[in-house]
């Protein structure tokens, strides 16, 4: 069982930055692929950063690279998300999460169904 809690969100202005984190209860996060989706009102959740184990890859969506930083310390068993010149269209609710079985390398597209295990999110507001 792995519980996931992230924290960080919260209101920021146009072009403002935040930094989000996902504490993992687990005994070796080191094991694990983690990535970043979000959600906004009325859309689909996305998938939108990957890292893999070690830190080896990181991978992004188009809509946020250059912008968005996914890192992990799994020695404190943290994953954590620097947004950087954030837009209206990042506002969303966030989420970490991770799968229940091995995997070792980040997919080319991130999806939902694949992942068993979820923290309830942090919302991120962006208004001017």
């Known amino acids: 069982q792995v519980q996931l809690v992230e924290s960080g969100g919260g209101l920021v202005q146009p072009r403002g930055l935040l930094s989000l984190s996902c504490a993992a209860s687990?005994?070796?996060?080191?094991?694990?692929?983690m990535p970043w989706f979000r959600q906004a009102p009325g859309k689909e959740r996305e998938g939108i950063a990957c890292?893999?184990?070690?830190?080896?890859?990181?991978n992004y969506v188009q809509s946020v690279k250059g912008r968005f930083i996914i890192s992990r310390d799994d020695d404190k068993n943290m994953v954590y998300l620097q947004m950087n010149s954030l837009e209206p269209e990042d506002m969303a609710t966030y989420y970490c999460?991770?799968?229940?079985?091995?995997?070792?390398?980040?997919?080319?597209?991130?999806?939902?169904?694949?992942?068993?295990?979820w923290g309830r999110g942090t919302q991120v507001l962006v208004f001017a």
């Open positions: 687990v005994s070796s996060l080191n094991k694990y692929t």
């Open positions: 999460a991770a799968r229940g079985t091995f995997f070792p390398v980040c997919p080319v597209s991130l999806v939902e169904g694949k992942y068993d295990y």
């Open positions: 890292i893999g184990l070690r830190a080896s890859t990181a």
